[in-house]
């Protein structure tokens, strides 16, 4: 009788142990899953960027709370790149395509169009500098749709006229690219207005 209840209690024993070990086992798994899904969400915050060819290891914020400063300052690249002109053939080309891979056809319809008028051809031949000032930029993050506000600079040989610069359109989320790097893609775009501010002589007068 003793030994057979001394063969149940081992059974017994051996049956916690069993069973220890596999709920141990399985917590361990649990926690291991856990956290390698911790280490690959990490992971993908962490960016690298090229500082003179050394990468170096960038820890991204929130997308959430990131997304909307990228907006906004993809409309502002778009802005500066395609209204920042000089009176260079070369450096304008340049400069338009850089613009256009951030926006849809419309930015290339505005374009033609100011080739088809002349607009390039008269910049260059007048020996104009053109820069663009942001004032601000309001976004509608949920309907994805921006207004821009800003001036244009417009430096000629005999004077500098500042012009208004308001537009909108719409944007959506791309793939990020070394051309788009914001992963940011601008639509729907016009001009709203473009109307003369100022106008002073360089010489006054003389």
């Known amino acids: 009788i003793m030994l057979v209840k001394s063969i149940e209690q081992k059974i017994k024993i051996n049956k916690a142990v069993s069973i220890s070990v596999i709920l141990a086992s399985i917590v361990i798994v649990i926690a291991g899953l856990f956290f390698s899904y911790k280490i690959v969400e990490d992971s993908r915050k962490s960016i690298y960027i090229l500082d003179n060819g050394v990468p170096i290891l960038v820890k991204q914020t929130d997308e959430l709370l990131n997304r909307p400063v990228e907006y906004k300052s993809q409309v502002e690249l778009f802005h500066r790149l395609f209204f920042t002109l000089a009176p260079d053939d070369e450096y304008i080309k340049k400069n338009v395509e850089k613009s256009l891979y951030l926006i849809d056809d419309t930015g290339k319809k505005e374009y033609t169009n100011l080739k088809e008028k002349g607009f390039y051809n008269q910049l260059v031949s007048s020996s104009s500098m053109i820069t663009v000032n942001a004032d601000s930029i309001r976004l509608d993050v949920a309907n994805k749709r921006f207004v821009f506000f800003g001036r ?24 990020r690219t070394p051309n788009n790097p914001h992963g940011v ?15 002073e002589s360089k010489y006054n007068g003389f």
Do not use: C, H, P
């Open 152 to 175: 244009q600079v417009i430096n000629r040989r005999s004077a500098i006229i500042i012009r208004k610069l308001i537009t909108e359109g719409n944007f959506d989320d791309v793939l």
């Open 185 to 199: 893609m601008l639509k729907n775009w016009k001009i709203i207005d473009n109307s003369e501010i100022s106008s």
